[in-house]
């Protein structure tokens, strides 16, 4: 099956600081989704973006087909971003990255 | 409009119990899916079912079965719990099915979670 991979792993941020997460992917895809699993177990979604870029006030991501990869981009970070951050693509069946921890401190 | 419920949210079992989790949506979707969570790891789909009537395997199938009661309910049946499935389960739904293909929006929206654990 296809294989995800996220980086980094961990993240810690003090509040204010910018970040870039990332998300490869080995083989073409049909759909992509962001989603933010917070300190409660709640999954939330984020983006749905196969291909291109969006963005939805301090965060933006942009995936890149062709070349196998998305980022999320989280600007002027606050404590309640903290959580992890998870990557999801779909190709007959859907995948799951192993998630970036991220922790922002005040 | 709650989107997707799923009960109970905690159970613990002993070994060999069986046990059934219930999941429902309300966004007239046509596919429901069944996922489990590890401690560290990314969501694995366990079972899913493209429309009423059908259900397919996903990556981790074995040790479970399913049941789309209708368009609405999705169950997830564990016949005889074993320690390995203590994990944290999540139902979601999305209008189409996994193999859609491209140029439809196929976003998954996710229940709360239920956690199970196996003593």
């Known amino acids: 099956g296809i294989q995800v991979e996220q980086s980094p792993p961990d993240l810690i941020l003090q509040e204010g600081a910018n970040s870039t997460l990332r998300c490869n992917f080995s083989?073409?895809?049909?759909?992509l989704q962001w989603f933010h699993q917070n300190p409660w177990g709640q999954l939330i979604n984020l983006f749905y973006i196969p291909s291109g870029t969006k963005q939805n006030g301090r965060l933006s991501a942009t995936t890149v087909a062709t070349e196998r990869y998305s980022l999320l981009y989280i600007s002027s970070s606050q404590t309640t971003d903290s959580g992890v951050y998870f990557c999801?693509?779909?190709?007959?069946?859907?995948?799951f990255g192993a998630g970036t921890r991220l922790t922002v401190k005040p | 409009n709650a989107g997707v419920t799923q009960t109970p949210k905690f159970q613990v079992l002993k070994t060999g119990q069986s046990m059934t989790l219930q999941c429902a949506q309300d966004m007239n979707h046509n596919s429901m899916y069944w996922y489990r969570q590890d401690p560290g790891m990314g969501l694995r789909l366990i079972y899913y079912s493209a429309s009423e009537g059908t259900t397919d395997k996903g990556e981790v199938p074995n040790g479970y079965n399913v049941s789309r009661l209708n368009k609405r309910e999705f169950s997830l049946r564990l016949e005889s719990a074993a320690p390995s499935q203590t994990s944290v389960y999540f139902c979601?739904?999305?209008?189409?099915?996994?193999?859609?293909?491209?140029?439809?929006?196929?976003?998954?929206?996710f229940g709360p979670g239920t956690r199970l654990t196996v003593l």
């Open positions: 083989d073409s895809v049909n759909n």
């Open positions: 999801a693509v779909e190709r007959g069946d859907m995948r």
């Open positions: 979601a739904s999305s209008e189409f099915s996994l193999h859609t293909g491209t140029g439809r929006r196929n976003e998954q929206f």
